[in-house]
Structures are given as C-alpha cells and as structure tokens.
C-alpha cells in the first residue's frame, strides 16, 4: 500500500508509541515524541516506506537511547 509520507510517518510512530507506552518504556512523552518523529524522518528521508520496519527500527533506537540516557543519569 502506499501511504502518502506524513501519513506513513504518523502511523509508523503511532505503532511505535503504543507499543513503547504499552510496555511502559515511554518515559518523557516529550522527549519520545521528538526522537520517534526524527528517528522515523530520518528513515523515509534514507528512502524507507515499510510502516513496522520503520515503526520497529524506531523502537529499537529509542530503547537505545533511554537506556544510555538512564545510564547517564545514574552515573551524574
């Protein structure tokens, strides 16, 4: 199916937030909105239009990135 841009985008980080809200790896909505909706740009921009491929790449960058953030945290 192909989805116009925005709305690939938008269901891609929907899939992404529910699940992480889901599994209550959340955290800052803010901050998690704002690296979701980059992380998910940065893919199309690379060319990418596959929804949970997005969506999942996205998840797996913000894990990532919370748990080196916590780290950071922790050691401060």
Do not use: C, H
Request: without cysteine; hydrophobic residues 45%; proline residues 4%.
């Amino acid at each position: 199916m192909n989805e116009p841009l925005p709305i690939l985008m938008e269901n891609s980080i929907q899939i992404a937030w529910d699940y992480l809200e889901r599994t209550g790896d959340l955290g800052d909505p803010e901050v998690a909105s704002r690296f979701l909706l980059n992380s998910v740009e940065q893919m199309v921009r690379k060319g990418e239009r596959r929804r949970l491929l997005l969506a999942n790449n996205a998840i797996d960058a913000y894990r990532k990135f919370a748990a080196e953030r916590l780290r950071l945290i922790i050691v401060s």
